[in-house]
């Protein structure tokens, strides 16, 4: 049977009555059983998680707009350092206060030791093309290419984050990067591997690379803290029972 259009519209305008309220009755009980779960609650894991994403987005957008002169890039990966190693225990404030306080505070360390770090990953590029396209090299030339690249890392890897936390020398922060790569040898690995994974993981494709520029590099800055963080306050407890006792030189 063929209802006439205003029976049609009748009866569309009797099913949106009669189903209208069932759904939204529907939307405010699924929302008042996850509000009572606490999923919302300023204190539970969802939003702490969410709010902690957010500070690294924060921070993500902060260190690209100060390194965009390249040359402050030290000191912009200090002051991402600085915060990163606070946010490990919750203990960061207003992010961009303090990343700015940090850049300030770290620039002249930052910036010589990325101008070092630089020199040294060109270096070390031209190394390795010399090994990867000569079809004679050498072991011996492998050799040197394979302890350049751990003596560089070494160099680096706790560098920044020693800046960030510590008032020292730059040669002695060198120093006890080395130092510490060597005692903590494993975690150091454990670091490297974590960031190789996160390195794959963002040139999967063209949407994780773009996931990856968002948050990819204060993700690999939040990896290196993590662990950094740990064995920071191992050595500071270990310096307080003697001046000998820790790894970290003043």
């Given at each position: 049977?063929?209802?006439?259009?205003?029976?049609?519209?009748?009866?569309?305008?009797?099913?949106?009555?009669?189903?209208?309220?069932?759904?939204?009755?529907?939307?405010?009980?699924?929302?008042?059983?996850?509000?009572?779960?606490?999923?919302?609650?300023?204190?539970?894991?969802?939003?702490?998680?969410?709010?902690?994403?957010?500070?690294?987005?924060?921070?993500?957008?902060?260190?690209?707009?100060?390194?965009?002169?390249?040359?402050?890039?030290?000191?912009?990966?200090?002051?991402?350092?600085?915060?990163?190693?606070?946010?490990?225990?919750?203990?960061?404030?207003?992010?961009?206060?303090?990343?700015?306080?940090?850049?300030?505070?770290?620039?002249?360390?930052?910036?010589?030791?990325?101008?070092?770090?630089?020199?040294?990953?060109?270096?070390?590029?031209?190394?390795?093309?010399?090994?990867?396209?000569?079809?004679?090299?050498?072991?011996?030339?492998?050799?040197?290419?394979?302890?350049?690249?751990?003596?560089?890392?070494?160099?680096?890897?706790?560098?920044?984050?020693?800046?960030?936390?510590?008032?020292?020398?730059?040669?002695?922060?060198?120093?006890?990067?080395?130092?510490?790569?060597?005692?903590?040898?494993?975690r150091t690995l454990m670091i490297v591997v974590v960031i190789a994974i996160e390195v794959l993981l963002i040139l999967w494709n063209k949407w994780t690379l773009f996931v990856g520029?968002?948050?990819?590099?204060?993700?690999?800055?939040?990896?290196?803290?993590?662990?950094?963080?740990?064995?920071?306050?191992?050595?500071?407890?270990?310096?307080?029972?003697?001046?000998?006792?820790?790894?970290?030189?003043?």
């Amino acid at each position: 049977m063929i209802l006439p259009a205003e029976g049609v519209a009748d009866s569309l305008d009797e099913a949106q009555g009669e189903t209208s309220p069932s759904y939204l009755s529907q939307c405010l009980k699924f929302f008042t059983i996850i509000n009572s779960m606490g999923i919302f609650s300023p204190d539970s894991k969802f939003v702490k998680f969410m709010n902690w994403v957010l500070d690294l987005l924060l921070l993500n957008v902060l260190w690209f707009a100060f390194s965009l002169p390249v040359v402050t890039i030290g000191a912009a990966t200090c002051a991402a350092f600085s915060v990163s190693l606070k946010m490990v225990d919750d203990e960061e404030g207003y992010i961009a206060k303090m990343f700015v306080k940090a850049f300030k505070e770290n620039f002249k360390q930052g910036t010589i030791m990325w101008l070092i770090t630089a020199v040294c990953i060109y270096g070390l590029y031209i190394e390795w093309q010399l090994v990867l396209k000569n079809q004679d090299v050498s072991v011996l030339m492998i050799i040197l290419a394979i302890i350049s690249t751990a003596f560089l890392l070494f160099a680096n890897i706790y560098t920044y984050p020693l800046i960030a936390r510590y008032e020292n020398t730059l040669p002695h922060m060198i120093i006890n990067s080395f130092k510490i790569s060597v005692r903590f040898f494993l975690r150091t690995l454990m670091i490297v591997v974590v960031i190789a994974i996160e390195v794959l993981l963002i040139l999967w494709n063209k949407w994780t690379l773009f996931v990856g520029i968002i948050i990819g590099p204060m993700f690999m800055i939040y990896t290196v803290s993590g662990v950094s963080k740990r064995i920071f306050q191992k050595i500071d407890a270990e310096t307080k029972n003697g001046p000998d006792s820790g790894t970290i030189n003043q």
